[in-house]
């Protein structure tokens, strides 16, 4: 909730208004550590549209999670696309249609309901990649070169965590979705998004209609290890 309240100073007061809509109580914010603000990201499939928060807030609550994200050399490479409305309909329109043409027949139905899922949702966050500033970092230190494409990946990585911490913390659901590279396309020509962008993922998010199931956790032994 810190990161709400930081962003409600650069707000309008309507907008203002809407943080205290769903504001914590004091000593509740204070119990809460970071780690319990990246607990409460989770994937949630069934979500709805009643959002209690502007597009305008959740727009810039949206930016001020990618910029506070840093980059290989400060490069700034990720682009982002805030889908609401209309817009965000059309967007999983294309999405349906272009896997109609490439799953069977009989497979399509699973793949539809999957979509219908998303259509369901608030919004969609598109996060691209600007190759053009890659490939301009390659010409300048070539030493480098192969590393800036797999550099970038881990830089639209942590934007697309950072915006799904943020909302979660909102109390908004989110999954992340991958239907790139074969919408890349048909979402560039219906959007006129530059063709410098690489389209790297799809966040869409929304009211939680349903909770996420429990997380079945590995074995710590197994992930980490802690050396002197």
């Known amino acids: 909730m810190a990161l709400l309240e930081k962003i409600g100073h650069v707000l309008t007061a309507d907008i203002t208004k809407e943080l205290k809509f769903k504001k914590r109580a004091a000593e509740e914010v204070n119990e809460l550590t970071f780690v319990d603000q990246l607990k409460k990201r989770r994937s949630i499939y069934v979500l709805g549209k009643k959002v209690p928060f502007s597009q305008a807030y959740l727009a810039e609550l949206i930016q001020e999670a990618v910029r506070s994200c840093p980059s290989a050399l400060n490069s700034q490479s990720s682009r982002i696309v805030v889908l609401f409305g ?43 990649e600007d190759q053009n500033i890659i490939q301009k970092l390659q010409k300048k230190i070539p030493f480098n070169a192969d590393d800036f494409p797999v550099w970038s990946e881990q830089t639209s990585g942590m934007a697309q ?33 530059d063709e410098s962008w690489l389209l790297r993922a799809q966040l869409v998010f929304g009211s939680i209609e349903q909770e996420a199931d429990i997380k079945q956790e590995s074995q710590t032994a197994e992930r980490f290890r802690i050396l002197n």
């Open 86 to 128: 209309d817009s965000h309909q059309q967007f999983w329109e294309i999405v349906k249609e272009v896997q109609r043409k490439l799953v069977a027949v009989h497979v399509f139905a699973g793949a539809a309901m999957k979509i219908d899922q998303c259509v369901a949702g608030y919004g969609t966050v598109l996060f691209y």
């Open 161 to 193: 965590y950072a915006v799904w911490t943020a909302l979660a913390d909102s109390g908004i659901g989110a999954c992340l979705q991958h239907y790139n590279p074969s919408i890349d396309k048909a979402v560039s020509e219906h959007f006129h998004i």
